[in-house]
């Protein structure tokens, strides 16, 4: 375990086998439908390649970073990176690393809706369900997790820890 991580929350083969079952209910749930999976950059990116190996479709990726996450305190969001292609009449699945104030998701998923997306719906890994702020829920969750500051499998500190292969509390010394 890395140095800085106070605990193990989930591990590798965990989060794989949360992936299989979330994949197979995607896969019922859009099998009749063109799907889109959008990944907000660059967090969602180990998660996006584990869940996409279980979603047997035909689906297409396409990536956003809108990250406002500089330190452990929220920001104003922006787009830094928009997708490459028109949204309109296609069916949106936003893929998070975690979803806390619902501030991030809440707006890219109504700027999606205004472009005419045909549906938008979400999957997180993690949902910090105590910490929402904005009116917004996942249809697909992995796991509800406590109001604690959590890295790894994508999720990072000052863009440290995304590569660790497991989900751990970062030590409080950390960002203290
Ligand atoms: P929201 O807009 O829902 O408040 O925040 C979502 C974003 O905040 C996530 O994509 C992530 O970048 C960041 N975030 C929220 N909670 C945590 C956390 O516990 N750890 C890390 N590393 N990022 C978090």
Redesign the pocket.
Known sequence: MHKDVKEILYTQEEITQKCKELGKTIMNDYHDKDLVMVG?LK?SVPFLAELSKFVNLDVTFDYMDV?S?EGVE?RTITIKKDLDQDVNGKHILLV??????????STVRAMLIERGAASVEIVTMLD?KE?REFPIEAKYSGYEIPN????GFG???NEKYRNLPYVGILKEECYQ
Do not use: H, P, R
């Not at 998070?96 to 998701?105: A, Q, R, S, V």
């Not at 604690?148 to 890295?151: E, L, M, P, S």
């Open positions: 907000l967090g990250s996450y929220s998070e690393d975690i979803l806390d104030t619902g501030k991030t998701l910090k910490g604690a500051f959590v890295v999720l990072d500190f």
